[in-house]
């Protein structure tokens, strides 16, 4: 569940971010706030994909999960090339959207596992 807090936590600063793009100390301030949530997101990441990934394919994943963050960076970034004529406040609420959403369908993912496994 810290993972997903975390992204919350990254998502909303940035989203409030768009709001107040007119004002750069508020901003700075805001972005300096979601990178606050990067360091326990990453920790807790790493701690998850460790306890559950199986020993005989933990490289695997962890290569794997690289790749995939690597080839989604790469997509966010011709996204974000072709969308570059856009104001800046509307390319902070798709930068915001992804860990939000990602975040809310993880945390509701998380739920519908636990109410399955105890039932």
């Known amino acids: 569940m810290t993972v997903m807090i975390a992204l919350i936590g990254t998502g909303v600063p940035l989203a ?3 709001i107040t ?6 901003t700075a301030g805001l972005f300096g706030l979601a990178g606050i949530s ?4 990453a920790g807790a990441l790493f701690t998850t994909r460790n ?3 199986p020993d005989d394919v933990q490289a695997q994943v962890f290569t794997i999960s690289a790749g995939l963050r690597l080839t989604i960076a790469a997509a966010g970034a011709a996204i974000g090339g072709a969308l570059a004529g856009l ?3 509307i390319l902070l609420i798709f930068v915001a ?3 939000l959403l990602a975040g809310a369908f993880g945390s ?3 739920k519908k596992s636990k109410a399955y496994e105890s039932s």
């Open 38 to 41: 990067v360091g326990p997101f």
């Open 51 to 53: 306890l559950y990934a």
């Open 16 to 18: 409030l971010a768009a």
């Open 21 to 26: 793009a007119s004002s750069l100390p508020l």
């Open 87 to 89: 104001p800046s406040s």
């Open 97 to 99: 959207s992804a860990p």
């Open 108 to 110: 509701l993912l998380l």
